[in-house]
């Protein structure tokens, strides 16, 4: 008898910072899936105010504080394609969150396009909390940058290195 395969996801994203959004889309991911790897992205493209090992950080500590009994979630970072990086993990899935109407377009032609380049991947759709509907990175970053508490939005890990990373600002 064949054993059967493990089902492994990929969530991935620049997380800069992770907020109770993106927390809320692993832990329901990690209840469908043996194995979810929230992969952090290295995107040319962006400036992020947290550098990729502080953001690694940030996401263990994250998963750590709001999932503590998940014990199949990982985290880890990759740069280039993300179905090339899902091949080499053995996933079968890649997790997307859609927020609003406005986040459908850009993901299903990223699915489209994935599943051209690597048709055993799945790319699978998953709606946040409506409490989150509004919640983004840029949202938050912004918010702390201007000094307001972002508590309501992000574990206190994170919460608190926003606060690090721009209360000098305010002094």
Do not use: W
């Not at 800069?16 to 329901?28: A, C, F, M, Q, Y």
């Not at 502080?54 to 199949?72: F, M």
């Not at 990759?78 to 377009?105: H, N, P, W």
């Amino acid at each position: 008898m064949k054993e059967p395969t493990k089902r492994i996801a990929i969530y991935p994203g620049t997380f800069d910072p992770i907020t109770n959004g993106h927390l809320d889309i692993v832990r329901r991911a990690s209840e469908l899936f043996d194995e979810v790897i929230v992969a952090l992205a290295r995107n040319s493209q962006k400036s992020p105010v947290f550098s990729e090992p502080e953001r690694l950080e940030l996401v263990i500590r994250a998963i750590a504080e709001a999932c503590p009994e998940c014990t199949n979630i990982r985290a880890d970072a990759f740069q280039g394609l993300l179905v090339d990086y899902a091949q080499t993990r053995g996933a079968r899935a890649i997790v997307r969150g859609l927020r609003a109407l406005s986040d459908f377009e850009y993901e299903f032609q990223m699915a489209l396009m994935n599943r051209k380049l690597a048709e055993g991947i799945t790319t699978v759709f998953l709606m946040p909390n409506e409490r989150y509907t509004y919640l983004n990175s840029t949202i938050v970053r912004e918010l702390a940058r201007n000094g307001k508490d972002v508590g309501d939005f992000v574990p206190r890990a994170v919460s608190e290195a926003l606060r690090d990373k721009f209360e000098p600002k305010f002094h």
